[in-house]
């Protein structure tokens, strides 16, 4: 303060032809702050007058600088408040003086305690730190900060909070409250947290951290509030390093140019025998002594609180510069009341050393506080900063500059339970949140970090995921492919039978009016070819991804070429019989038969219901692909061309079974027929191939589900197409090429006159 005082009266510029003065006194911390306020009140006779607008009082002093306690500037800004005196704290935290209703004179030129808050709270962040101990003095400056950090750090969990007891009159603890300290240091030694937090003033902690080094604590990390967090008192109690790691919240460094040489020049200017006295008071030369003994103490701190004392007298000086309306010239002298300085104060703003200097709203100046660790090998400079707390309410912080008390100088850590690895959720143990155990996601669920770590969400229904996923992936989709083997052997097998069947068609286009082919159906065949090779071009949409139309093809086409063939092999059967037996039967039905083409009309009502049974499936069971999740396999999903693929099939197949059993009927009792007119074996054995492959297929519906049933599905597709083309028309096409001398009508001839000798 004197030295910032005799800086503004020796400038030309700030306060021009006026000289300030002041006033110190010692508040004894707490004991002693009543007086001394009361002493600033009076007026020239010393006496406190009351009156109801003190607008022309005038007090001993302009503006009090002080006290350096947040208990004590409180309480006595509620003095001065009273009597509109501007307050300047350098020291105190507390969000108390915010309050411009009540204390509308009270301004800190050191940030507030929810700052110095957020400073630890980015300071547990950085390190990860979320189980920890919070002891704090039984006083308003420990409950005020417990309030507002149990208030802030909702991501950290309190493993011990413990009150220190304070002594309430006396600076001596008694053997109750020093019984209580030992018990708080017996609980932190047993807690699980390494990192504890003490909200206290520094009046308490000698005694609690000798208490400590005596009961052995070690190997832990301490934060201190800037109440502590460069007392050298403390960091000069013997054994203290072995405390462990401690850190603290403290207000930023300032170097002050000509500080150190003004305080060791009146030291050694001093009057030896006048520095005798061990007692200091207004003459303040007599305490050179005492100033010089706590030169190293003073260094060792760094110019922090000097640095809000030394603004605090320029705060005061640039307010009374506005006031005075001074200039480079001078200053207007006049009669100034403490009233008429508030406002100026608030509206100071000027940069000093570097630092900009103004109040906020609440009256305190912006973020002040840095991160300082306690180094013990630097007696010189024990409070080194590691971080620096930016205005933006980021830490940056120098990892180089930090030395731990752990082996290989690592991180301690101090958490409840470690973090879960990728896809483990949290399973609470306790009612803390920071204490669970880890349990792996199920398949088909995941983990999202940033919605819930305590639940695993189910994957959408197009998506899947392994056991402890983090996200969920879209489901395999299997289908049959082209390049697999089955699907291979299938085209193969129904390009040979189209390549057959056209091969066939040509050879019965050639001999159309031989007898072979006339007792094969005549014009009627070319209807069944067309139909199988139309059938055969199907064959390819079973494979590759399914789609609408491919889906509507499989519905639709294959089916009724099937009906159109085995309409016309149940025609033909039943038209052979009618000629040998039903012609002397019944004449008269068979005239009917041949004069109206009845197997055309019997194959055009056929085609029709089975077009209507078709068109009647299509509506009730729409041919959409549709995903099927396999209950074996529930990461893939397989496409299926509808919903009830059992209930189409069999719709589809109804009108086919019929004929099929139609056709075999007829064989039967055909069998006695003339060989060459004579197509039993033929028929059944096309008709087998139908039967056996229904019964694969409705055998692998009931039993599997998906890519399989496709599978059989097109397999009984082109076994059913190629029974007909080879099995029906094959044995024609040999009976042409190998046997000519039976593809005459002598020949047919002569065998009709030996099936009729025999039934003769």
């Keep these: 303060m004197r030295f910032a005082v005799e800086q503004i009266n020796n400038s030309s510029t700030l306060l021009p032809g006026v000289s300030l003065g002041y006033e110190m006194v010692d508040v004894c911390y707490l004991t002693n702050f009543i007086h001394p306020i009361l002493y600033f009140l009076a007026n020239k006779h010393s006496v406190v007058q009351l009156h109801n607008n003190y607008t022309h009082y005038q007090p001993r002093v302009l503006a009090v600088i002080g006290p350096d306690s947040s208990q004590a500037v409180v309480i006595a800004a509620q003095v001065l408040s009273l009597f509109l005196v501007p307050q300047i704290s350098y020291t ?18 050191i940030s507030s305690m929810e700052q110095q808050i957020v400073a630890m709270q980015l ?39 413990e009150v220190i007891p304070v002594p309430q009159s006396s600076q001596m603890l008694s053997l109750e409250l020093q019984g209580k300290i030992k018990s708080v240091v017996r609980k932190v030694i047993h807690s699980t947290a390494k990192v504890v937090i003490v909200l206290s003033l520094e009046l308490i902690l000698p005694f609690f951290f000798q208490e400590a080094v005596r009961q052995n604590v070690t190997d832990l990390v301490w934060i201190a509030t800037e109440a502590w967090a460069t007392e050298p008192a403390l960091y000069n109690i013997t054994d203290l390093w072995r405390l462990g790691t401690i850190l603290g919240v403290a207000v930023k460094e300032f170097s002050i140019p000509g500080l150190d040489d003004f305080r060791v020049s009146l030291a050694e200017g001093a009057n030896e025998q006048a520095s005798d006295q061990t007692t200091c008071n207004q003459e303040c030369d007599q305490c050179l002594r005492a100033a010089r003994d706590a030169e190293h103490s003073m260094r060792a701190q760094g110019e922090r609180t000097d640095f809000r004392v030394y603004s605090s007298v320029y705060i005061v000086a640039h307010a009374l510069h506005r006031l005075l309306g001074c200039n480079t010239t001078g200053c207007h002298k006049r ?12 509206r100071v703003n000027f940069s000093l050393l570097n630092e900009r200097i103004n109040f906020r709203e609440r009256g305190t100046i912006p973020n002040s506080f840095e991160i300082i660790q306690w180094k013990w090998d630097q007696p010189n400079n024990p409070f080194q900063k590691i971080a620096s707390y930016s ?56 983990l999202n970090n940033n919605a819930n770590l305590y639940n695993c969400q189910p994957c959408p229904a197009d998506q899947w995921s392994n056991a402890r996923s983090q996200k969920c992936y879209p ?28 091969v066939i068609s040509v050879i019965f286009a050639i001999h159309l009016h031989t007898p072979v082919v006339k007792s094969a159906g005549g014009r009627m065949c070319f209807l069944m070819l067309a139909s199988l090779i139309i059938g055969f071009i199907n064959v390819p949409v079973y494979m590759g991804i399914p789609t609408e139309f491919k889906c509507m093809c499989r519905q639709i086409v294959y ?22 037996k039903m012609a002397a039967r019944l004449p008269k039905a068979y005239s009917y038969w041949m004069k109206y083409n009845g197997q055309y009309i019997f194959i055009t009502v056929i085609l029709a219901l089975k077009v209507t049974i078709v068109v009647t499936n299509v509506i009730i069971h729409p041919s959409i692909p549709v995903p099927l999740v396999l209950e074996d396999d529930p990461s893939t999903v397989e496409l ?20 099929s059993i139609l056709c075999f009927y007829f064989s039967y009792i055909g069998k006695e027929l003339p060989k060459n007119y004579n197509e039993a074996k033929y028929i059944t054995l096309c008709m087998t191939c139908y039967a056996v492959s229904e019964i694969a297929i409705f055998l692998a519906m009931s039993v599997y589900r998906g890519m399989l049933v496709t599978i059989c599905d097109v397999i009984g597709v082109v076994i059913n197409l190629l029974g007909i083309s080879i099995g029906y ?32």
């Design 640 to 659: 299926q061309c509808n919903k009830s693929f059992k209930l189409s099939l069999l719709m589809n197949n109804s009108l086919d079974t019929f004929l």
């Design 123 to 161: 300071l547990l962040k950085e390190f990860r730190w979320n189980w920890i101990n919070i002891l704090y003095s039984d006083d308003d400056y420990g409950r005020q900060n417990l309030k507002l950090l149990r208030a802030r750090a909702t991501e950290i969990c309190v493993a011990l909070q």
């Design 335 to 346: 009669m100034v009341y403490p009233w008429q300085l508030v406002p100026e104060v608030k």
């Design 391 to 446: 205005r933006n309410k980021k830490l940056l912080f120098n990892i180089q500059n930090i030395s731990w008390h752990t082996p290989n100088n690592t991180v301690p850590i101090s958490v409840c339970s470690q973090q879960c690895e990728y896809g483990q959720r949290r399973k609470p143990v306790t009612v803390s949140s920071c204490c669970f155990e880890c349990i792996d996601c199920e398949e088909g669920t995941f």
């Design 92 to 109: 105190a935290t507390t969000n108390e003086l915010s309050d411009r209703k009540r204390f509308p004179t009270a301004f800190q030129t």
């Design 729 to 760: 028309f094959g044995p024609k096409c040999y009976l042409i090429f190998f046997h000519p001398e039976r593809n005459t009508a002598a020949y047919f001839q002569s065998v009709i006159q030996s099936y009729t000798m025999r039934q003769d």
């Design 475 to 502: 489901k395999l989709l299997k289908y049959l492919e082209w390049q697999e083997g089955i699907a291979v052997v299938l085209l193969l097998f129904s390009v040979l039978g189209l390549v057959a069947t056209v």
């Design 559 to 580: 089916t009724l070429c099937f009906t159109v063939c085995i309409s016309c092999l149940t025609v033909r059967s039943f038209q052979i019989i009618s000629i040998f």
